[in-house]
């Protein structure tokens, strides 16, 4: 079979390899270079919690195993780590709301009081925590451009043909429109069997183009790099003004939602970030870590985060394109790989896995 995936995100790179190891031929046709979209900013904490429907906490509980293995069989990269995360927040109830559904599905969810945070990280200031906390050990984080640079060294071995700045793509349909390949601005057309769309918050644009619609709910978003630091903590911490997780070369990455009205985009498509917001980010990543040297910015990066309308994946093969499959995330990073193994089983054997069931293009009854 030959598949063409469009998409050069952590999203198309874990199907194209999956594809690839099943013994398709594999093409992986991208606009610009690798990690240009979300996948090149993402803060990629590696997670299953919250109050979040049962079939989508599997879902990321299968995604957090696929990279346990990863880790098991790579134990000395600097780009994956298993040092658990914490979760705190302002509003009374929620921490309680969170620990409760936690606990009740067996996801490993200790509670702790300011008091306590000694124990799991020295290096949090306990005045920091309003009420209690969650502690969960079973998390982690991943650098997806590292990710995406590993998952390509086996794809290339495999035999896969890696097309970057190849300019918009698009499937390519027969009068019936059935799939038969795909096109690009830089690269014309290649016929193919079947075709993946995995573009990011791309994705229900280019599909309105064909006539079907795919709610967005895609958010401004923006990552901030610090310089390396002395004492970061080993822990993602999830906290009411910053989320901040570790980062290769002893420095730390950091994000929230509470700035993402101030992002703003120019008519080149380049986005940016009052320098205010981003001192403000890194005074609540100082004041939270008592860091004694103030941390620094070494960069930032500003974009689009792909969330579907209603918050839930959307994968699978699309009713009214034959042979054109798409994968729309928000949390793909916990849930790259295991969407790379399921969407590329699915997309060869043309089965429908069970565990992905409830997150069809067609829930939104797309045309
Ligand atoms: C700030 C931030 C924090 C996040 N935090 C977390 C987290 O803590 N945990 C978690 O699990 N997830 C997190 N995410 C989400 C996760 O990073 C994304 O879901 C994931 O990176 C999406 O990958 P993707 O491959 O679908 O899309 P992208 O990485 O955006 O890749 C899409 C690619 O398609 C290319 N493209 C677009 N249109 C075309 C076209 N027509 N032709 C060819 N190529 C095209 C783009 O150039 C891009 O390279 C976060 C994301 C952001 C931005």
């Given at each position: 079979m030959k598949v063409a995936v469009i998409g050069g995100g952590v999203i198309g790179v874990s199907c194209a390899l999956h594809l690839a190891r099943a013994g398709a031929q594999v093409q992986l046709f991208t606009e610009?270079?690798?990690?240009?979209?979300?996948s090149g900013r993402s803060?990629?904490?590696l997670n299953a919690s919250g109050p979040w429907p049962a079939d989508y906490y599997h879902l990321r509980m299968a995604g957090i195993d696929r990279f346990r293995t990863l880790y098991a069989n790579n134990p000395?990269?600097?780009?994956?780590?298993?040092n658990g995360g914490i979760f705190w927040s302002d509003k009374t109830n929620e921490v309680q709301e969170w620990h409760d559904i936690e606990h009740a599905r067996g996801y490993d969810s200790q509670r702790f009081s300011a008091a306590d945070i000694v124990h799991i990280a020295?290096?949090?200031?306990?005045?920091?925590?309003k009420n209690t906390g969650i502690y969960n050990p079973g998390e982690g984080w991943v650098n997806l451009p590292d990710l995406i640079e590993h998952t390509m060294a086996e794809f290339i071995s495999l035999g896969g043909i890696l097309t970057e700045h190849a300019g918009k793509t698009v499937p390519l349909l027969d009068a019936q429109h059935v799939t038969k390949g795909v096109i690009s601005t830089n690269n014309g057309e290649c016929h193919c069997d079947k075709v993946l769309l995995a573009?990011?918050?791309a994705t229900p644009k280019i599909l309105a183009e064909f006539g079907v619609d795919l709610p967005d709910g895609s958010v401004l978003s923006m990552l901030a790099i610090t310089q390396p630091a002395n004492n970061t903590p080993t822990v993602v911490l999830n906290t009411p003004r910053v989320a901040i997780r570790p980062h290769p070369g002893n420095a730390l990455a950091m994000d929230h939602s509470?700035?993402?009205?101030d992002i703003k985009e120019d008519a080149t498509g380049n986005f940016s970030v009052p320098d205010a917001i981003v001192e403000t980010l890194l005074a609540e990543g100082n004041r939270i870590l008592k860091s004694t040297t103030p941390l620094t910015l070494a960069n930032y990066k500003a974009g689009w985060k792909p969330v579907p309308a209603d918050g839930f994946p959307v994968l699978g093969a699309l009713r009214d394109i034959p042979g054109t499959y798409v994968a729309f995330t928000h949390s793909g990073a916990t849930l790259s790989l295991i969407i790379g193994e399921l969407l590329s089983w699915e997309i060869i054997n043309g089965k429908s896995h069970p565990m992905l069931a409830s997150f069809r293009p067609n829930r939104f009854n797309t045309k």
């Open positions: 610009k270079e690798l990690a240009s979209g979300a803060l990629s904490w000395d990269i600097n780009w994956l780590k298993f020295d290096n949090i200031d306990p005045t920091a925590i573009c990011g918050a509470w700035y993402a009205d």
